[in-house]
């Protein structure tokens, strides 16, 4: 008996503690996974690895670019394709720009890395908090969402989902006016309205209408609150994208995109609604497969649960049933918009809705699938257990509660682990690239590298451009050179036709690479039937080229003088170009063959 009593005491006591953490301020916390999560990329400085697709080869020298010309009224950006207008580059996240004027590209990535982490975490906390009330579920809604690796170059729009839904709610319920509003401006200034602002927008507006509806008739005290908020956003983006409206929607743009020859793909529409629903899709990752069970048996044992429940459970429930329809329509829309008809509408179409990407409202579904699982949980969290047995009370404990949840992340967990920024840069630290296999930062940009080419060839870099082959043209750039080839989602039609001469015999040779170019091209690359669209052919692969047909007298047009290679051209001399030597270090990525048209 006493032996009962003492296991009875001993689990009321982990029980009560619990309950007093639920209640405790664990958004502190989230300064623990900032330097957990900053920390190894701290010891490691350049040696840091980060994704390379879309973020160090592209995105983040649009930020680059910005800064260098920040103040200067410049219309134009000399250093790649022939000059891209400044409307074309447009970051995505404009408050970050004044960074890379102030600070070492690296070191503002960092910072801007850790803003977006921040928002991560205490705007999921916020919002999980404001919710349900429950510090617990909010703490670990937040780690979970904090260690997505969400890329740092799109600012808040996948992170800051949570902190705009958390102004939202206080808006509605008139609590941290202020608050509210600066945070819709940090919001507005870190994210860009082509990717996840629109989505915002539109839910926002939803959301509105449908409390518009639910109480047609009855005067509300701040009803209009929300409403400002909404304007208030809009109003931001317009501002920041002033220049995008006027030259893509007005149509009065002094160029013609090359954009206009994109040719959309379609896909297998429920092939596509269920890939999307269970993994989501490009630069939204969330993990949240395993979560899906765990929600729907949530949602059927809450139905029967909150038929007693009071007002504000039955409320919570039935936000976690428009939630999971939320996402379901998110993956139904993205399938529709790639869905043949649609596809070939759009096609049939010119100007910004041929390549608008409507579909992006999947980017909130890493906040969304994590609010969705936490909002579930909290209908079992805080419902209580009417039983009086010993088991039945053992059942209801928070301790139980609490294992209960680690078991559902815990297959997420492992599914997340490996493709962390945080495992990556403690897997590098211990290991180094030679057993991980990882692009660092400083092997990618090879600086040391670029500082031995722009040795040799002894010139000012503004007064010639070069071009590469089988090479990303990021480094090139990042270095200073200028570029007769580069990555970017909007420059001008003519200039693409003035490109695909120098590759034409090549992309003949080729049907999958010649439509890589034509129907998409934002990759102006000098793409060939050996090495095909590959651009991140590392001097490790040994390549040589045998017979390549580049128009060089096309590439001279273009006022290239130099070509950097990932390997030796076999007809170089036959081409007109004439081989000034093999460059690279130990610690570069790369190894580049020179040479001089």
Not at 297 to 313: P, Q, W
Not at 379 to 386: A, K, M
Request: hydrophobic share 45%; proline share 4%; charged share 20%.
């Amino acid at each position: 008996m006493e032996e009962k009593r003492l296991g009875e005491s001993a689990f009321a006591f982990v029980n009560r503690w619990i309950n007093k953490w639920d209640r405790a301020s664990l958004w502190l916390l989230g300064f623990f996974f900032l330097a957990g999560s900053l920390l190894p990329c701290l010891i490691l400085g350049e040696g840091s690895v980060f994704p390379v697709h879309d973020q160090l080869d592209e995105t983040l020298f649009v930020y680059v670019l910005n800064g260098k010309y920040m103040g200067t009224g410049t219309e134009i950006f000399p250093e790649l394709l022939d000059g891209v207008n400044v409307s074309g580059m447009q970051p995505s996240a404009v408050l970050f720009v004044p960074l890379y004027r102030m600070l070492p590209v690296f070191a503002a990535f960092l910072v801007q890395w850790a803003v977006v982490l921040a928002s991560a975490y205490f705007g999921m906390y916020a919002c999980v908090k404001e919710i349900c009330g429950s510090s617990i579920l909010a703490a670990v809604a937040a780690g979970w969402f904090c260690m997505l690796p969400s890329p740092p170059v799109y600012g808040l729009s996948v992170t800051g989902i949570p902190m705009l839904l958390c102004c939202v709610l206080w808006l509605f319920r008139k609590k941290h006016r202020i608050l509210s509003f600066a945070l819709i401006l940090l919001f507005g200034l870190t994210t860009h309205l082509v990717l996840t602002g629109y989505a915002a927008l539109a839910l926002w507006g939803l959301a509105l209408v449908w409390e518009e509806i639910r109480h047609r008739g009855r005067k509300r005290q701040g009803r209009w609150l929300p409403w400002i908020g909404m304007g208030w956003l809009t109003g931001i983006y317009i501002f920041v994208n002033r220049s995008l409206f006027w030259e893509l929607i007005l149509k009065n743009g002094s160029y013609v995109s090359h954009r206009e020859e994109l040719v959309n793909q379609a896909m297998p529409f429920w092939k596509t609604v269920g890939s999307v629903f269970l993994d989501s899709a490009q630069h939204a990752e969330s993990f949240h497969r395993y979560f899906i069970l765990p929600i729907l048996i949530l949602l059927a044992v809450g139905g029967f649960r909150c038929r007693r429940a009071e007002d504000a459970m039955r409320r919570r429930y039935r936000a976690a049933l428009g939630g999971m329809a939320a996402l379901v329509l998110i993956a139904v829309f993205y399938g529709i918009c790639k869905w043949q008809p649609v596809v070939d509408w759009k096609n049939s179409v010119s100007g910004f809705p041929r390549y608008f990407q409507a579909e992006r409202f999947y980017w909130l579904y890493p906040a969304g699938w994590c609010l969705e699982l936490i909002l579930c949980f909290s209908l079992w969290w805080d419902f209580p257990y009417g039983g009086k047995g010993e088991w039945q009370g053992r059942l209801n404990a928070s301790l139980v509660k609490l294992l209960v949840l680690a078991v559902i992340f815990l297959p997420a967990w492992k599914q997340l682990k490996e493709e962390t920024y945080l495992f990556l840069n403690i897997n590098q630290m211990n290991n180094g690239s030679e057993v991980t296999g990882y692009i660092s930062w400083e092997s990618y940009y090879a600086e040391d590298l670029m500082q031995e080419l722009e040795d040799a060839i002894g010139r000012d870099m503004a007064s010639y451009r070069v071009a590469n082959l089988g090479i990303s043209p990021a480094p090139a750039l990042m270095h200073g050179f200028y570029t007769v080839d580069g990555y970017s989602n909007n420059y001008p039609l003519e200039y693409k036709h003035r490109f695909r001469r120098v590759i034409a015999a090549e992309l003949g040779k080729n049907e999958a690479v010649r439509q890589y170019f034509d129907q998409w091209g934002s990759r102006c690359y000098l793409f060939n039937s050996a090495s095909g669209t590959s651009w991140m052919l590392g001097k490790r692969q040994q390549v040589i080229y045998e017979d390549l047909e580049f128009d060089m007298d096309a590439l001279r047009d273009l006022g290239c003088e130099y070509v950097f290679s990932c390997g030796l051209i076999r007809n170089a001399e036959e081409l007109g170009a004439e081989c000034l030597g093999y460059f690279e270090t130990d610690s570069s990525y790369w190894g580049i063959w020179l040479y001089q048209l």
